[in-house]
């Protein structure tokens, strides 16, 4: 073998158990630029107890030195199919390597993995396309936009129409804070995804949220004069990027802009803190927050989430765009809300 050769990575599975690994792990993935905030060891944690999901969460190793990360979880759902995925509920995921052998080692384990787990296909959600030949879903994109170090010249580089709507909330007289809990987001989130027809999340998933990531991840609400909640989200933050995740708004949010003045707040105090980017995070193409953020001055960034196909002949449609899914929408829309959270969570575990 040539001196210059590298050796062949071992490829690893952390465990839930090892501490010690999932910190370098960490350590790799915050130095890695091609890692996200989806590649943190604490979604093995969450995947595990919240979901019930098996997770394999790999990594590539020589030398004891960690090469690359790919995050899995095997969603089984008799409703939804049998997938092996990176990452459930994260809009980025796949393989984050510093080297392609490491990568190449990682996606082939992956392969014969989904096989003996009998999925019908693994799907690697990357922000750059790593496989021209594999299928692919086209319908997803992301928007991501720097944060500049002024305050005044970010609302100035908000467009004009969006940037009356975050005067009008100032004018309104509207406040934000970040919450120490969870309650007033989830109540706001809860009735929003309800209104629209689709299954909530558990409470207890966006507590673990907050215990897991600690200061990495929190919850700004925006209040109207007289207190009452009115919008709220729940962010990330990783390296220098906050990543609005999660909101939810009341109906009279509109009419007072309040959805707008959530997001400058966000934005303001990202820029305060030194922040860099806004990561406002994955749409569906021709939808209604694809329209919103375009209107935001943000542009469009497809995703290229890729597959394996085993035991199907073309990629899932798991999303409420798909037409087979309108009746089971309208439904829901019309269920006791208390209901519908209850049941929630047992519908969302398998989509993911």
Not at 179 to 206: E, M, S, W
Not at 260 to 278: I, P, T
Request: with cysteine; charged share 25%.
């Amino acid at each position: 073998m040539s001196h210059d050769a590298r050796p062949v990575p071992s490829i690893r599975r952390l465990s839930l158990q090892d501490a010690a690994t999932a910190r370098r792990w960490d350590a790799f993935v915050l130095a890695c630029s091609g890692a996200t905030f989806f590649h943190r060891a604490g979604w093995q944690k969450i995947l595990s107890e919240i979901f019930r999901h098996d997770t394999y969460f790999l990594y590539a190793e020589t030398d004891e030195r960690i090469e690359g990360v790919l995050p899995l979880a095997h969603v089984k759902s008799l409703l939804f199919g049998n997938s092996l995925v990176s990452l459930p509920f994260a809009v980025y995921g796949g393989v984050a390597a510093t080297h392609a052998d490491a990568a190449i080692a990682l996606e082939a384990e992956a392969q014969r993995l989904a096989q003996r787990l009998g999925a019908d296909h693994l799907e690697l959600r990357h922000v750059d396309a790593r496989h021209e030949n594999w299928p692919r879903q086209d319908l997803y994109v992301t928007f991501r936009k720097a944060i500049l170090p002024d305050e005044e010249a970010n609302m100035l580089a908000i467009p004009r129409k969006q940037r009356a709507m975050v005067r009008k909330g100032i004018k309104n007289g509207l406040r934000s804070e970040i919450d120490q809990g969870i309650d007033r987001f989830f109540a706001l989130y809860a009735d929003n995804v309800h209104r629209h027809g689709t299954p909530a999340l558990a409470k207890r998933y966006f507590q673990a949220l907050r215990d897991e990531f600690g200061a990495d991840c929190d919850v700004l609400t925006v209040s109207a004069p007289d207190g009452r909640p009115l919008s709220s989200v729940l962010s990330f933050y990783f390296r220098d990027e906050v990543l609005p995740y999660y909101a939810g708004d009341d109906e009279a949010a509109r009419d007072l802009a309040a959805n707008d003045f959530k997001y400058w707040e966000l934005m303001r105090r990202a820029c305060a803190r030194g922040l860099k980017v806004f990561d406002y995070g994955r749409s569906k193409q021709g939808t209604g927050p694809y329209a919103f953020k375009k209107n935001w001055g943000f542009e469009p960034t497809p995703l290229h989430y890729e597959y394996c196909l085993y035991k199907r002949s073309a990629v899932p449609q798991n999303n409420p765009a798909n037409a087979k899914y309108r009746l089971l929408i309208e439904t829901w829309r019309r269920l006791p809300i208390g209901i519908a959270n209850r049941l929630g969570p047992f519908v969302v575990r398998s989509l993911g």
